[in-house]
């Protein structure tokens, strides 16, 4: 835990939050690490400071990162592989998941499950997907808009505004949020939850240069955070992803 949020003996030393501070922090193979560590990880996230406490002070340090976490569905990885010849039992899987706890999860705005690559794609000269710099252009495009949006704020960018504002100042299209509003109400989605996936609709549509999120928006966003689909019709001539 030390190594993620910082500590050690005497003067507290940062940690990868710290270290990874308006970057990427990636932890691979995520439920290798113990649940205690990871869940150390909730407070930087919503706070974006880590706040260390030892017998010689105590230290308030920068903690604003991007995490990515990666994770099998079992130890040896084959569990959802259809004739991969999985063995863990399902105790051991169950144990497996279970350090990615519920309130960790509750912090992921974005949950993307990765098949494996195929022959032909591994196999394939070129690439098949937009180049780089088409990309970097649209995500440059995409934070001008929040900035310009936010210009006389205290905040230039959609992950940094409060739950409370997004709610209130910014508001989505009417019936937007039917989806979530229904998933809320089922407990299929936190108070938390639902401001994060608020978030991501106004990311998804400035990327696709709309004025305020429509349900689609809204949906994709859902979408994106659990895996269900909601089918939503894209706006007419609201540009695509």
Known sequence: MQSLVGGGNGVPRPGAVSLAHRGVLFLDETPEFSGKALDALRQPLESGHVVVARSAGVVRLPARFLMVLAANPCPCGR?????AGCECPPS?????Q???SGPLLDRVDLRVEVEPVN???LLC????GEPTAAVAARVREARERAAARLRDTPWGANSEVPGHELRT???????ALAAAERDLERGLLTARGIDRVLRVAWTIADLAARD???????DLALELRTGISRGAPMPAGGGGL
């Open 119 to 121: 022959r032909s794609d």
């Open 169 to 175: 100042r910014w508001l989505v299209a009417p019936g």
């Open 98 to 100: 279970a350090r990615l």
């Open 212 to 218: 305020r999120p429509q349900a689609y928006d809204v």
């Open 92 to 96: 051991v899987i169950r144990r497996y």
């Open 79 to 83: 569990h959802t592989l259809h004739g």
């Open 125 to 128: 000269q070129g690439g098949r």
